[in-house]
């Protein structure tokens, strides 16, 4: 049962191709990596499986009444709106049937003779259950302890718009996990997460029954959610089976077989190109064909290789110490981070902070 289905798909902002001709099947229960350079266009395939990006050429297919989540690196809101209100409205039908209960629950307590109310109420406690709805206010709470918002009212109560970028991103992520969709797509979740919440949000989606579709540049959260990887980079998209550690398994036999035949194709134009200058000899009829090979070779374009980064560095050591913090006291907004923080960096050193 296919949620999402992309065929001979292709998006370009009319400069460059981000992807063309990109078959993609979203199954139930699929955990799907997508990764590639900074550009190579994963944000927008994410936002052409949400339906929120049109395609420029091929079709995108899904079930009817599927439910999308998506996470974006820039996340909408209202600014008006309170944190709660914005995990709540994640929430879609399983708020509508909490209200529900409580619209039916009222009402019959005005007419507790009603079969009809009695009925609907009913109905509306065996949907509760079938969406698990009845711990939907504790789930919200505990969602959002663990991305480091708080659950206490004061952190609840706190207006969309007044929060910092960070704090939007967590309370968006928030959102998409309560809402439980049936394809859930992350763009960059990690960004703005502690290590705790890091560590929570994997075991989150191990857990998770639905369909999940990520982006990041988190290898371990690829190599621990993820079963299936596409990679997206030069206007095409290729599919690997496996995880991320598969993937790079794979992608080095590929340059291996690709050095390799780039060196076979060097051996055979040489070759072929000294026959050629032979003169009178390869310009006879009977070498046409020859001469037909040798110009579909010319006209073959080389395999592209992935390009090596190198950094030119130029830099001077200046002694044994880098930096001697001496009795540091830092406070912001009132707000003390540190007291009497002393230590001595090294050249040598290679240090981690840690922390909420």
Known sequence: ???????????????????????????????????GPNGAGKSTLLRVLAGVEPLGEGQRQCQSRLEVALLQQEPTFDPQATVLDHVFA??????????????????????????????RLAEAHRLMEAREAWDLE???????????????????????GALSGGNRRRVALASALVAQPDVLLLDEPTNHLDAEGVEWLQGWLDRYSGAVVLVTHDRYLLDRVTRRIVAVEGGE???????????LERRAQEEVVAAAAAATFRSTMRRELAWLRQGPKARSTKQKARLQRIEALRDTPPARRRG???????????????????????????????RGFSCDFSPEDRIGIIGP
Do not use: W
């Open 1 to 35: 049962m296919t949620l999402i289905r992309l065929e001979g798909a292709g998006k370009d902002f009319g400069v460059r191709p981000l992807f063309r001709q990109l078959d993609l099947t979203l199954e139930p229960g699929d955990r799907l990596g997508l990764i």
């Open 90 to 119: 994640g929430a879609g039908d399983r708020l509508a049937l909490v209200r529900e209960v409580e619209r039916l629950s009222l009402a019959l307590s005005a007419d507790p003779g009603s079969e009809t109310l009695l009925a």
């Open 138 to 160: 504790r789930e919200c709470h505990t969602v959002l302890d663990r991305l480091g918002i708080g659950s206490h009212p004061e952190a609840l109560g706190q207006r969309m």
């Open 237 to 247: 998209a290729r599919h690997y089976p496996g995880n991320y550690a598969a993937y």
């Open 308 to 338: 090596k980064l190198q950094l030119a560095v130029t830099a001077q050591r200046l002694g044994k110490r880098v930096i001697r913090a001496e009795e540091v006291c830092l406070s912001v907004e009132g707000r003390s981070l540190l």
